[in-house]
């Protein structure tokens, strides 16, 4: 009985030690595998950080080049329009000033020289 004791002794001390074994086994494992999830979340999260950096620098180059392409339409359009009030100034100007310079004669010798300047040559 005594020696059956020891033996099962030795045998639960035997199982015990396998089991333990086991279970570092198993935990070396489980930190392996933990490990491995974690680099693999890392890069990914890298991944993506460099992704959304590269995708904000193109939507901020787009925005750019979208208000540049405004900024030259109303350029090109505010210089049209100075350009028209230029012109329509300078003859506002113009004929206040041949209003006050030309004498009655003189307005109807430009309006025969024009007639003449119009009409065809024989």
Same mark, same amino acid.
């Given at each position: 009985m005594i020696a059956q004791a020891v033996e099962d002794a030795k045998k639960a001390r035997e199982e015990i030690e396998r089991v333990r074994q086991e279970s570092a086994q198993v935990l070396n494992k489980a930190r392996v595998d933990a490990e491995a999830i974690v680099t693999r979340a890392q890069s990914? $999260?890298?991944?993506?950080? &460099?992704?959304?950096?590269?995708? @904000? !620098?193109? =939507?901020?180059?787009?925005?750019?080049?979208? $208000?540049?392409?405004?900024? &030259?339409?109303?350029?090109?359009? @505010? !210089?049209? =329009?100075?350009?028209?009030?230029?012109?329509?100034?300078?003859?506002?100007i113009a004929t206040k000033l041949l209003h006050r310079n030309i004498t009655k004669d003189d307005n109807l010798a430009l309006i025969d020289e024009t007639i003449k300047q119009i009409q065809p040559t024989e």
């Open positions: 990914d $999260a890298s991944a993506f950080n &460099e992704e959304m950096r590269q995708k @904000a !620098i193109a =939507d901020g180059q787009a925005i750019v080049q979208r $208000a540049e392409k405004q900024i &030259e339409l109303e350029k090109n359009r @505010a !210089i049209k =329009d100075i350009r028209r009030e230029t012109v329509d100034l300078s003859l506002a």
